[in-house]
């Protein structure tokens, strides 16, 4: 066995396939999700795959549900040599139609919900030398949008807490990583993402334009083309030494805007993106 990992958020996408990519790979995985009745299509997939991977109840918002895990990681093996923050969601929506609950609820889970799942296990990643952990955060970490404010900010605050938490773990030989994905074709970008309850509301100041942007939204996931193992082949490298910086981009070739950002004066980039959205 390699490592003893545990991913949160793996009911989908970019969480299922990280549990069964890096079971594969020899690693003892344990999945976690928040409902464990959407474990149908895990248990399909390891049982194509043959391989074994624990699947346990845990919901990063919700501290009893963590401690009971870590419980039994502890109870079982006694340590953990990587943990990987994948749960999080998006919610969608411009600043005045979104509500204070939208927000903390956005930031519970995105950015709480690490701290709250990285307190619980760092004691367990604190019996092996050379732990590591894995954030996954977003290009939406770097570069903002307009109806972005929630989830930018969630994934910007995100970004911050790692790149501090990397220096002071790298005393104990404990790795922070980063991964910040472009757009992906998963539940994150379709039916998981939030609309603000007042978003689409035809009377609201700012109804034009959300409604542009997310028919724009849903024209650029028509096209994509990215495919979430390139997603999963960048934590496998990550948990095998194979990438040892704090941030790997991956699919930034699928957000043209990020490399308008990326290449252009800002202010410039700025005047292009309020003319492309006016
Ligand atoms: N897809 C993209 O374009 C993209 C781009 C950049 C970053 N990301 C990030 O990648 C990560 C994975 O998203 P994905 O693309 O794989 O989307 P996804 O298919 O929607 O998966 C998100 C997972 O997070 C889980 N989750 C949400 N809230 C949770 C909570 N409170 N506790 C535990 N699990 C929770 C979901 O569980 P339920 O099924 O119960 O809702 C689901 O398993 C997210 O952090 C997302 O922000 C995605």
Redesign the pocket.
């Known amino acids: 066995m390699k490592n003893i990992i545990l991913i ?10 990280s549990a069964i990519t890096l079971g594969k790979r020899g690693n003892q995985v344990i999945a ?4 464990l009745e ?1 474990r149908a299509l895990l248990d399909q997939k390891t049982e194509e795959s043959d391989i074994n991977i624990e699947i346990k109840q ?5 501290l009893d549900s963590i401690k009971n895990v870590a419980r039994q990681i502890e109870k079982t093996y006694g340590k953990l040599d990587i943990l990987i ?6 919610v969608a929506g411009f600043f005045e139609e979104l509500t204070l609950k939208e927000y903390r609820f956005q930031m ?3 950015y709480f ?1 690490v701290i709250n799942v990285t307190k619980i296990f760092l004691p367990l990643l604190q019996k092996r030398k050379n732990s590591k952990i894995i954030n ?5 970490g770097l570069n903002a949008v307009p109806g972005g404010s929630a ?1 930018n900010s969630s ?1 910007w605050a995100l970004e911050g807490f790692s790149e501090c938490l990397r220096y002071e773990l790298n005393f104990q030989n404990i790795k922070v990583f980063l991964v ?14 939030i609309i603000g309850k007042y978003v689409m509301d035809k009377s609201r100041a700012n109804y034009a334009y959300t409604s542009k942007m997310f028919q724009l939204i849903e024209k650029r996931n028509k096209r994509l083309k ?1 495919k ?1 193992s390139e ?1 999963t082949n960048v934590i496998t490298r990550i948990t095998e030494g194979k990438i040892k910086r704090l941030r790997t981009k991956v ?1 930034s070739r699928y957000s043209p805007q990020f490399w308008i950002r990326e290449l252009l004066p800002f202010k410039v980039y700025e005047w292009l993106l309020m003319k492309f959205i006016g």
């Open positions: 949160t958020g793996c009911s989908s996408g970019i969480g299922l396939e976690t999700m928040r409902n959407k845990l919901d990063v918002t919700d923050n994948n749960a999080g969601f998006g519970e889970t995105n919900g996954i955060s977003s290009l939406a989830y994934k910040e994905p472009g757009p992906f074709p998963t539940k994150a970008i379709g039916e998981n993402m990215s979430v997603v699919g």
